[in-house]
């Protein structure tokens, strides 16, 4: 094992211990951090959660979330006896006081054990409505104190699925519009965000039809196997109204970006799982070849890919080889595993060594919540105000329901193709096959 890069002890505590998020995102990737040799020496991780379960069961819970969901595949024994040695288990209940008092206790052993102050990270995978309880515990116990950080995993003011999904398209609107930084520095970028979410244009209420769509799956097919749809998933009322779709258009009113629109969209059993960027360029105002040379002509685009793989590909117009005047569009394309012959890091794997190390650059700060919930909330509350009386409104294995196609179609365009999907193949050109309509 490397020797660890971050040498403070931390506490890792996780409210939402018996959760998907904890087995299936926070532990493979707190296991993988150990793995590159990111832990320090001393550190405990702590799940707290409800219910009898002793920790050998617990780690066995979590040894299977790491088999499943790991970017490295299956653990090694010894490596995971290695990391289990550090993960112990409580139950407990939030609503009561003698909860944080024990974990206080519990905490303050360790320090003495250690011999000095740990940081304590408290790790809320819960429900909205249970954050607001466990902070005044936390509090009322001087969990706060020190150095001590509180993360918060679900978004404030509703408990809509679909308002966390569009916390996290917002955010990747922030990063692709903000005006450069001047630094790094954890402030200047969220600064720069801020700034953003302050400019988008605000969605009244009578007009959220034409800026938003909802959606929710019902049964299809998924790379050849028949799924059901979301109200017949275990623990789902037959009636839920729960979205598992969302769609957005939204303008930035700013100098830079003043009537281009953002088109956004997210959603689960879609036709695949993929994250990316597709940045169109705006026509030039005077074309200088012939029409002859224009019948393959498409417009020049920057996409970057996030998922399943991390690239960046950049769509231009080559001459045909020839005599004649033809062009046809070609892709450049770079994959940071090919280049790099490493594996990148998970998402939650930065996530979380950045909150060990106190680095919060990547996290919301309090304004910036506030403005990404003014933009959302006008679409949240039509949503919650009219119940959908067309739930299931998209077929599982599909890319979503019908007026999702019609909120981008309204302005002469349609949602792009994955460039990934179409660059898996070696030999084949990359082309981005849907185009703005003449």
């Not at 320090?111 to 102050?117: A, F, Q």
């Not at 019902?218 to 789902?236: A, D, F, L, N, T």
Request: glycine share 6%; charged share 25%; with cysteine.
């Amino acid at each position: 094992m490397k020797t660890s890069l971050h040498s403070e002890p931390t506490v890792f505590v996780i409210f939402g211990a018996g959760g998907d998020l904890a087995s299936r995102k926070m532990v493979p990737a707190l296991y993988n951090l150990f793995l590159d040799g990111w832990m320090p020496r001393e550190y405990q991780i702590l799940g707290v959660g409800h219910g009898e379960m002793n920790e050998e069961d617990y780690r066995a819970h979590l040894r299977k979330g790491v088999d499943n969901f790991s970017r490295r595949g299956r653990a090694e024994k010894d490596s995971w006896d290695d990391f289990a040695s550090h993960v112990s288990f409580v139950s407990a209940e939030l609503g009561e006081s003698k909860a944080y008092q024990d974990m206080a206790k519990r905490l303050s052993v360790l320090d003495k054990d250690w011999k000095i102050r740990a940081n304590h990270v408290f790790y809320l995978a819960l429900q909205p409505s249970l954050i607001g309880d466990v902070v005044k515990g936390l509090a009322a116990a001087k969990l706060n104190r020190g150095p001590a950080r509180i993360v918060v995993e679900k978004p404030f003011g509703s408990d809509l699925s679909s308002a966390r999904e569009l916390n996290h398209l917002l955010q990747i609107l922030c990063l692709v519009a903000m005006e450069a930084p001047i630094s790094l520095d954890a402030d200047e970028v969220r600064n720069k965000k801020v700034d953003v979410l302050h400019a988008v244009r605000t969605i009244l209420p009578e007009r959220v039809h034409q800026h938003a769509v909802s959606g929710q799956y019902g049964p299809g097919w998924i790379e050849g196997k028949h799924v059901k749809g979301y109200r017949s998933e275990p623990r789902v009322a037959g009636d839920s109204s729960t979205e598992t779709f969302a769609a957005l258009r939204l303008f930035i009113d700013n100098w830079r970006w003043q009537g281009v629109p953002f088109y956004m969209r997210t959603g689960k059993r879609l036709s695949a799982k993929i994250s990316e960027i597709s940045i169109q360029f705006r026509a030039v105002p005077h074309q200088t070849f012939p029409p002859a040379a224009l019948r393959d002509w498409h417009p020049n685009r920057l996409i970057l890919s996030i998922q399943p793989e991390e690239g960046v590909f950049l769509r231009f117009q080559s001459k045909y080889p020839g005599q004649a005047m033809r062009l046809s569009p070609v892709m450049m394309q770079f994959y940071y595993r090919e280049t790099f012959d490493v594996s990148p890091p998970d998402a939650y794997e930065t996530l979380l060594l950045d909150v060990m190390i106190g680095d919060v650059t990547l996290f919301m700060r309090g304004d910036q919540a506030e403005a990404a919930w003014s933009v959302i909330s006008p679409v949240l509350q039509v949503w919650n105000m009219s119940r959908p009386t067309d739930f299931p409104n998209y077929q599982a294995g599909t890319w979503g329901p019908e007026e999702a196609d019609n909120l981008i179609a309204q302005d002469g365009y349609n949602w792009m193709s994955p460039t990934y999907l179409q660059c898996q193949d070696e030999t084949a050109t990359c082309r981005v096959s849907m185009e703005p309509r003449s």
